[in-house]
Nanobody
């Protein structure tokens, strides 16, 4: 029912920056929050950042101060600005919806690789 498409991943040097985008096929304001997750090789998928309808944000401790999540409701788009990237940030990054009493929708993921 809801399609999410991520983009913006790629290969960067440590200390570099990338901005990820996630475009939704439905109004992102219909969800309690939007989220970015990531999954590194051999690891479980983990929560990176969330942003609520009201704009309140939350971050994993490992990315605080370096990553910024934002939203553009008119464009049904979520962003993740990633600065001062470290090799441990290498992972597939996924966009997801959060809705009370409903299913979670996921994008296909975009690969981020940080070289040392």
């Amino acid at each position: 029912q809801v399609q999410l498409v991520e983009s913006g991943g790629g290969l960067v040097q440590a200390g570099g920056s990338l901005q990820l985008s996630c475009v939704a096929s439905a109004s992102i304001s219909s969800f309690i929050a939007m989220a970015w997750h990531r999954q590194a090789p051999g690891e479980q998928r983990e929560l990176v950042a969330t942003i609520t309808t009201g704009g309140m944000t939350n971050y994993a401790m490992s990315v605080k101060g370096r990553f910024t999540i934002s939203r553009d409701n008119a464009k049904n788009t979520i962003y993740l600005q990633m600065n001062n990237l470290k090799p441990e940030a290498t992972a597939v990054y996924y966009c997801a919806t959060v809705r009370v009493g409903g299913p979670r929708y996921w994008g296909q993921g975009t690969q981020v690789t940080v070289s040392s």
